[in-house]
């Protein structure tokens, strides 16, 4: 696939805007880990396989094993993951499939693992991420 506009270069203002929304999840409390699976889960939902591609990458930078890498879009059906990250999960393929709402239950079950600055970080990193997959999917942006 051949990148069809490219963004920086066509809408430099908008770009800036996604930067900085870079910049603030950088800053955040969320731990490194559960950022990458957020940004791994909602990529897998969405189809982007730039984000996957980078994202991937980037987790195993950080020493996230391949099992956990692989079984991830399986998470329910393993042990391999933390409550907290179970929750982090669930809470990703609900807002990434928004028609069917953030449910209670899961909303719930967050407040009594996180507060509500967490979860807050974890929304915007859940929503900047998409932003970032459909422009990626939208531009066909090439994979590296």
């Known amino acids: 696939m051949e990148t069809r506009v490219n ?4 809408q430099p203002e908008a770009y800036k805007a996604m930067m900085g929304l870079e910049k603030y999840i950088a800053s955040t409390s969320l731990t490194p ?3 990458e699976l957020i940004k791994i ?8 396989a730039y984000c996957i591609n980078m994202h991937t990458k980037d987790a195993r930078k950080m020493g996230e094993t391949e099992q956990r890498i692989y079984l991830l879009n399986a998470w329910r059906e393993t042990s391999l993951y933390t409550e907290e990250e179970q929750a982090i999960l669930a ?3 609900e807002v990434t499939l928004i ?4 449910s209670k239950a899961t909303y719930d079950n967050a407040r009594k693992l996180f507060d509500e600055k967490y979860i807050a970080e974890i929304i915007i990193l859940i929503t900047t991420i998409n932003a970032w997959n459909r422009i990626a999917i ?5 994979i590296d």
């Open 33 to 35: 880990t559960h950022k």
């Open 41 to 48: 889960r909602a990529s897998q939902i969405n189809g982007c």
């Open 99 to 102: 028609q069917n709402h953030l």
């Open 138 to 142: 939208a531009t066909e942006m090439a």
């Open 7 to 10: 963004i920086l270069q066509t």
């Open 91 to 93: 809470m990703t393929e």
